[in-house]
């Protein structure tokens, strides 16, 4: 027991990941035919830990290319949506050291997976899919062994070849030759005294 110590550190403390399909309805301007086209752009997001949950609030802008007055004409239609996901978090170990510092990744982009026109005509079905996975950065404790001071692991040498290693030699050489003569003159200066 008196070898082993306790050491508090930075981890990761409890992870979480949600993927998420939501359905959206959007009212353009003119009554649409056709759709010829969805895209997702400009997503932004912040996460925040709130208990066992991790809440993310963002927003996307979706585009909807259509045609309308009977295939006549076409428009790009473009309203930001916003979202708020809470994912829920899975500790790993019960005494932990909680912390708010939360780490998002996307695993997958807001992304349209579905674009139809509703029943009566007038509105975009869009059907929207993402994914996140995020981590929560606290204190947790280690337990290491220790080992007394002379303990040490066995080391592994390799062969050098002839050049580095005179290279070295002769450095050393001239090194102690140096420290040698400054004994010398020491000694040959207390000997005038």
């Known amino acids: 027991m008196k070898r082993l110590r306790q050491i508090v550190t930075k981890a990761v ?31 932004h997001y912040h996460a925040k830990k709130q208990g066992k949950y991790v809440e993310i609030s963002g927003k996307f802008d979706v585009n909807v290319w259509y045609a309308y007055n009977n295939h006549s004409k076409t428009a790009v239609y473009s309203e930001t949506i916003n979202y708020k996901d809470r994912i829920k978090l899975h500790y790993r170990d019960e005494d932990v050291i909680d912390s708010d510092d939360v780490k998002v990744r996307v ?14 005509g007038d509105c975009f079905k869009i059907v929207i899919e993402r994914e996140f996975l995020v981590e929560v950065i606290g ?11 002379e303990f ?32 010398y003159s020491q000694e040959s200066s207390s000997f005038r005294k």
Do not use: M, Y
């Open 13 to 43: 403390v409890a992870k979480g990941k949600k993927r998420i399909v939501a359905s959206e309805v959007l009212r353009p301007p003119n009554t649409p035919t056709s759709i010829l086209g969805c895209w997702v752009i400009n997503h």
């Open 152 to 183: 040490e692991e066995e080391w592994k040498f390799e062969e050098e070849d002839e050049s580095s290693s005179s290279s070295s030699s002769s450095s050393s050489s001239s090194s102690s030759s140096s420290s040698s003569s400054s004994e």
């Open 139 to 149: 204190e947790t404790k280690v337990v290491v062994s220790v080992h007394p001071v």
């Open 107 to 120: 695993l997958q982009q807001p992304n349209c997976i579905e674009a139809v026109i509703t029943e009566n």
